[in-house]
T-cell receptor, first 111, second 113 residues
Framework: DAGITQSPRHKVTETGTPVTLRCHQT?????MYWYRQDPGHGLRLIHY???????DKGEVSDGYSVSRSKTEDFLLTLESATSSQTSVYFC??????????FGSGTQLSVL | AQSVTQLDSQVPVFEEAPVELRCNYS??????LFWYVQYPNQGLQLLLK??????LVKGINGFEAEFNKSQTSFHLRKPSVHISDTAEYFC???????????FGPGTRLSVLP
């Protein structure tokens, strides 16, 4: 299995609070991604990174920001959490457009 | 922008029966195509991929898929399913090397005894 660790695995927070999810990889892959998974929508891309300090928006980026200061870490921040951001968040890595390796996911509940 | 359609949100099938999960994509240029499987409370795992070459692609666990460019389809098939194949299956497409992978909404396969 690819070395991808997501933390925390579960998080319950209140509306309006900031939340940061962390993705750590040991594979030295260039590309890192944050997806959210919701019933009926599959996985939707939030943000991705193609190198240190190089990031770009996905289709559902509003309300989210990311940072990548090291190859191995990709942080996703919800600046002011809302109930619509309750979801399962997956980090994925790739060395190039051949396939993604996924982490185990973070279940986030915003009350 | 590319998009992926999975027409069947749920597919129930009896054990040892064949199954086909449908995937259609929209794109005006060449694509890479993938099928991923998600078992309960886990991340996604790659089943198989089409990058180029033979249009019939074989993957893990006895699954295969056929790329049909004229119909923009990439249907997943297995001749005989097992209870352990119960999972959610996602079709995905990407255009550009290393960039955005677009996923379909998923098909939940339930294998019944």
């Amino acid at each position: 299995d690819a070395g991808i660790t997501q933390s925390p695995r579960h998080k319950v927070t209140e509306t309006g609070t900031p939340v940061t999810l962390r993705c750590h990889q040991t594979e030295n892959h260039r590309y890192m991604y944050w997806y959210r998974q919701d019933p009926g929508h599959g996985l939707r891309l939030i943000h991705y990174s193609y190198g240190v300090k190089d990031t770009d928006k996905g289709e559902v980026s509003d309300g989210y920001s990311v940072s990548r200061s090291k190859t191995e870490d990709f942080l996703l921040t919800l600046e002011s959490a809302t109930s619509s951001q309750t979801s399962v968040y997956f980090c994925a890595i790739s060395e190039g457009g051949e396939k993604l390796f996924f982490g185990s996911g973070t279940q986030l509940s915003v009350l | 922008a590319q998009s992926v359609t999975q027409l069947d949100s749920q597919v129930p099938v009896f054990e040892e029966a064949p199954v086909e999960l449908r995937c259609n994509y929209s794109s005006s240029v060449s694509v890479y195509l993938f099928w991923y499987v998600q078992y309960p409370n886990q991340g996604l795992q790659l089943l198989l991929k089409y990058l180029s070459g033979s249009t019939l692609v074989k993957g893990i666990n006895g699954f295969e898929a056929e790329f049909n460019k004229s119909q923009t389809s990439f249907h997943l098939r297995k001749p005989s399913v097992h209870i352990s194949d119960t999972a959610e299956y996602f079709c995905a497409v990407t255009l550009t090397y290393g960039q955005n992978f677009v996923f379909g909404p998923g098909t939940r396969l339930s294998v019944l005894p």
